[in-house]
């Protein structure tokens, strides 16, 4: 382990060297590329990411990527070299799953389990009720609001009892957690949903039952966007879960999806991550990625935007590993391998990830490790 610090201080010193003379040129492009030897994720290396937490490393699939095909080949090794749990980017959510009343294929949800198993990685469910992931034929719906309580109901229960059967060698699920509800709120209001209209503002503290309901072991989750950037919606959503622990609605976690910008949020990041964390639950970075490009003001990724948007990995994944308490870290999961597959990509104008489009490491990857190992940002 000395050893490989030793060569990862001095990687980071040659690193720095390399960047200040690359700062000179302010407005270069430097995108990255290989910065340790085990930066293509295929080779030796210093360390992996999972190797520096002392919590779960997450990163998202598709069942679609996991296949043997050799196009997949490097992904999964990048995969398995950095991460030891996975969620599903879409496979997992109703639109995928509910096919029509009281039918679902599950079929890509169980080729991530069945990877996941074979691999011994774990999965991190996402997500039972999302605004953006109803089904078109629900969207639709022309009964009462009864039966679509009931529909829903099921749908939950059904959706958790599959995904609860299999198991490790130890007899624990391999999907240990779910996104229960994401997104009930929309800045500091109940957001208008199709749930909310039919089934009430109480959907949340239903589904959260009927979820509980189903599995009596697997961690139940708020998901939600902005938590550490808008205050109020924070404020809200933790008013919301207290609410729910007072009233004895099976919450065990709080998922903080974290978009961030390079430049956003500074100083509330990590007063959200302690107000978080002072709910007393388990807390769980679920969707990090940082966009270097929110603004549409540069057209690459120069070096001192490289730079920015470094740091703000290192400030997630320090701030993470130094505010909250090893009993309350579900882990942190990344929102993508490559730039040019990111929801964020926007045809090539930004490049938000941890990896290249070769998967080489880009210097955003040495600085989420420097911030999971201890070290805050100069
Ligand atoms: C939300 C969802 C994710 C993903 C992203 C990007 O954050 O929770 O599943 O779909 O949007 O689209």
């Known amino acids: 382990m000395k050893t490989r610090n030793i060569l990862s201080i001095l990687v980071t010193v040659l690193l720095v060297i390399g960047c200040s003379s690359d700062s000179s040129s302010d407005g270069d492009i430097i995108v990255g590329g290989p910065t340790n030897e085990g930066g293509d994720g295929s080779g030796s290396t210093s360390i992996y990411l999972q190797d520096a ?3 779960p490393m997450g990163n998202i699939v598709s069942a679609s990527k ?11 090794e990048v995969l398995l070299n950095d991460y030891n749990s996975i969620t599903a980017e879409n496979d997992m959510k109703m639109a995928t799953i509910f096919t029509s009343a009281g039918n679902y294929n599950f079929s890509a949800g169980d080729a991530i389990v069945a990877y996941a198993k074979a691999n011994g990685l774990r999965v991190h469910g996402h997500a039972l009720i999302w605004h953006s992931s109803v089904p078109g034929w629900l969207n639709s719906f022309s009964g009462t609001n009864e039966e679509f309580e009931a529909l829903i109901e099921t749908y939950v229960k059904a959706t958790v009892t599959h995904f609860a059967q299999e198991k490790d060698s130890n007899g624990n699920s391999i999907v240990v957690s779910w996104d229960v509800v994401n997104e009930y709120f929309d800045g500091s209001s109940i957001r208008s949903s199709i749930f909310q209209q039919k089934i009430g503002d109480d959907f949340i503290d239903k589904a959260f039952q009927w979820a509980r309901e189903a599995d009596a072991n697997v961690k139940l989750f708020y998901n939600d ?3 550490a950037g808008e205050v109020n919606k924070r404020n809200q959503i933790i008013s919301k879960v207290n609410s729910m622990i007072t009233m004895s609605v ?8 974290m978009h961030l910008n390079h430049n956003w949020p500074t100083a509330d990041l990590p007063l959200a991550i302690q107000q978080i964390t002072d ?8 969707e990090l990625d940082v966009k270097a490009n929110y603004s549409n003001d540069v057209t690459e990724l120069t070096a001192a935007r490289a730079q920015e948007q470094a740091n703000q990995y290192q400030n997630a994944s320090y701030f993470y590993s130094n505010i909250v ?46 911030g999971l190992k201890g070290m805050s940002v100069n």
Do not use: C
């Open 225 to 227: 966007y902005n938590i």
């Open 66 to 76: 996991l296949t043997s095909s050799a196009a997949n080949t490097t992904f999964k």
């Open 325 to 370: 308490p090893a009993a309350q870290q579900h882990g942190i999961t990344i929102w993508g391998f490559r730039d040019q597959d990111s929801w964020l990509y926007n045809g090539g104008n930004d490049w938000p990830l941890l990896y290249n489009n070769d998967y080489s490491t880009k210097i955003s990857y040495d600085s989420f490790l420097e």
């Open 250 to 257: 099976p919450i065990d976690g709080i998922g903080m999806q």
């Open 53 to 55: 937490a002392s919590f």
């Open 279 to 286: 709910t007393g639950l388990l807390v769980h970075i679920s």
